[in-house]
């Protein structure tokens, strides 16, 4: 993905991609009858030269366009890229990292001031020290000039080109027009003086278009040498006097200095070295911990586990034990209560049987006492009627009949135990 974009980039800001369009454009609106000055076609569409000629005028052409839109850029974001501002006293060197940390990254802010500072606070952190920075930004504003100058490489390629090919055009021209010349035909110049006009034409429109391109290439390298000037300004304005520096000291100081340095990053290392020896009995230390802790916790664990195992057993039993004992206690209960409630069916079952003997007997009671009841209806009956008769012999013989069947029933009687005893009556004498 960052090579599709990166060559992405470099096709948009190809010169040869936009002068190739730029050319087509042109020959289209030619072609096209757009453009029908005749001036115009001869001189720019009147020879395979001059096509030539004038796409290699729009590369050129659109080199300086995109050289002269990339130096407005720069001119607009000098203000945008800066440090920040110096302390009195200066910063020490160490700080250096962070400045060049403050800068935009290098795919964001391309242009002249941020690389040359990126460069600079990149020597400092490298060295340790601001003693040679000021020698390294002017050779970085010489670096900058020369990039300059390369930049417009194929511009002076192409001014040097067009008249080249204009004089191309001209050997052509006057190759065509010698070869038209015929001794036997002087009257006939046509063809010779097209030559020559050949001639003539690539020749003039590659001057033309040269003259123009050397003078577009002026302003654009005037523009530019105005941003380095401005790029030299600011980068001296945020870089001089900024780190402390002990080139102004001397010898002795020097060497003091430079000893405190030396003992500064000894006694750096030694602690660096300490602090690694610290951590690495601190990593031993924490690993012999943590295997003793794990094999404690292997230790506690296995053993709570088994205690577990054994006092879940034993809870178990015990459990399954009381639960034995009470459903035998509550079979036992179930079955005494079956017999109990058994025992008390059957004395109900007799209860009942004597209730129903004692009902059947107290119905033939009831039944005997009735009648009784109607002998004695009928006694008191035949007794009336012998007394109105004066039949006294029949009545004592049917009274001693009575008197029999009543000794008959009475007997029976006291033969099912039922206690029958006459009651007391008013009855009427014989």
Not at 43 to 59: K, P, R, S, T
Not at 104 to 127: H, K, M, N
Not at 301 to 312: G, I, K, N, P, V
């Amino acid at each position: 993905m960052v090579n599709m974009n990166g060559l992405s980039a470099a096709l948009l800001r190809s010169p040869l991609l936009w002068g190739g369009a730029l050319a087509f454009a042109f020959f289209a609106l030619i072609h096209g009858g757009v453009v029908s000055d005749p001036t115009v076609v001869r001189y720019l569409a009147g020879h395979w030269v001059e096509y030539v000629e004038v796409a290699m005028f729009c590369v050129g052409l659109a080199a300086l366009a995109i050289k002269a839109g990339d130096i407005a850029r720069q001119r607009r974001s000098l203000g945008a890229t800066s440090l920040a501002a110096i302390p009195p006293g200066g910063q020490d060197p160490a700080e250096a990292a962070a400045l060049l940390e403050q800068l935009p990254a290098e795919d964001a802010a391309r242009g002249y001031l941020p690389a040359r500072l990126r460069e600079a606070l990149d020597l400092v952190v490298r060295t340790g020290s601001a003693d040679g920075l000021e020698d390294h930004v002017k050779y970085l504003s010489d670096l900058d000039a020369a990039r300059a100058a390369h930049g417009y490489g194929l511009v002076r390629f192409v001014i040097w080109a067009i008249p080249i090919m204009g004089f191309l055009g001209t050997v052509i021209g006057i190759t065509v027009a010698i070869a038209c010349l015929s001794p036997t035909q002087l009257e006939n110049i046509s063809g010779v003086v097209a030559g020559l006009g050949t001639a003539f034409d690539t020749t003039a429109t590659a001057l033309g278009l040269s003259m123009v391109l050397m003078f577009l290439q002026f302003l654009v390298d005037r523009s530019e040498q105005g941003l380095l000037s401005a790029v030299d300004r600011a980068a001296w304005e945020q870089l001089a006097g900024r780190f402390q520096s002990l080139a102004g000291a001397d010898g002795t100081a020097l060497a003091v200095a430079k000893l405190g340095e030396s003992l500064s990053r000894g006694g750096t290392r030694l602690l660096e070295a300490q602090e690694h020896a610290w951590r690495a009995l601190e990593r031993t230390a924490a690993t012999g911990l943590e295997q003793a802790l794990g094999n404690a916790a292997a230790t506690l664990r296995e053993t709570l586990a088994e205690s577990l195992d054994a006092s879940l057993g034993r809870w178990g039993e015990a459990l399954a034990r009381v639960h034995d004992e009470h459903a035998s206690r509550r079979e036992q209960r179930w079955t005494d209560a079956a017999e109990s409630l058994a025992v008390a069916i059957r004395g109900l079952e007799r209860h009942q049987q004597v209730l129903d003997d004692q009902t059947r007997m107290l119905g033939e009671v009831v039944g005997a006492t009735r009648d009784l009841a109607v002998l004695e209806r009928s006694l008191d009956a035949n007794l009336g009627t012998i007394a109105s008769a004066g039949r006294f012999e029949e009545a004592l013989a049917t009274l001693a009949a009575a008197v029999q069947l009543l000794a008959v029933r009475a007997g029976s009687a006291e033969e099912r135990h039922i206690d029958l005893r006459s009651a007391h009556r008013v009855g009427k004498a014989a």
